[in-house]
């Protein structure tokens, strides 16, 4: 079973953003699986995270795109919140590279329930307004 699965409630409603979100799952998903079990290779684990960090620095600068563009009312907020997010991976992706041993539980649980998260309220809030905008 996947570490975690796209479910429709997490859905905001503009195709591009549920499709990077589906993509964030994925990448986190080959994390996960690169990260748990005896054949953990430091260089296998660093090409996924490498990939997950990549992926998530695209899709938020999508969304901030789309906050720009539609003079999103929470668009600061929002961005504090994506780094936020940033800044707490970097420091647990820092920590795996400076001492090596396992990429942490804690790492990923923090990602994913930062994740499941912002998506189901602040993107979801963000959705609203862009459907509203007649984005969709």
Same mark, same amino acid.
């Given at each position: ?5 796209w #479910?429709?409630?997490?859905s905001?409603?503009?195709?591009t953003i #549920? ?24 260089d296998?684990v660093?090409?996924a995270a ?14 901030e795109q ?13 961005m ?10 970097? #420091?647990?992706?820092?920590?795996y ?8 539980r ?13 998506i189901?309220?602040? #993107? ?7 459907r ?5």
């Amino acid at each position: 079973m996947a570490f975690v699965q796209w #479910d429709e409630r997490m859905s905001v409603g503009v195709e591009t953003i #549920d499709q990077q979100h589906r993509e964030l799952l994925e990448l986190m998903n080959s994390l996960h699986e690169t990260c748990s079990g005896d054949a953990c290779q430091p260089d296998a684990v660093q090409k996924a995270a490498d990939q997950f960090s990549e992926y998530t620095r695209y899709h938020f600068s999508t969304e901030e795109q789309f906050m720009d563009s539609t003079s999103y009312p929470e668009f600061d907020e929002h961005m504090e919140q994506h780094m936020e997010c940033s800044m707490k991976a970097a #420091d647990f992706f820092g920590d795996y590279l400076a001492g090596g041993g396992e990429v942490g539980r804690d790492m990923l649980e923090y990602l994913k329930q930062w994740l499941i998260n912002h998506i189901l309220k602040t #993107d979801r809030k963000l959705g609203l307004h862009l459907r509203n905008q007649g984005l969709e």
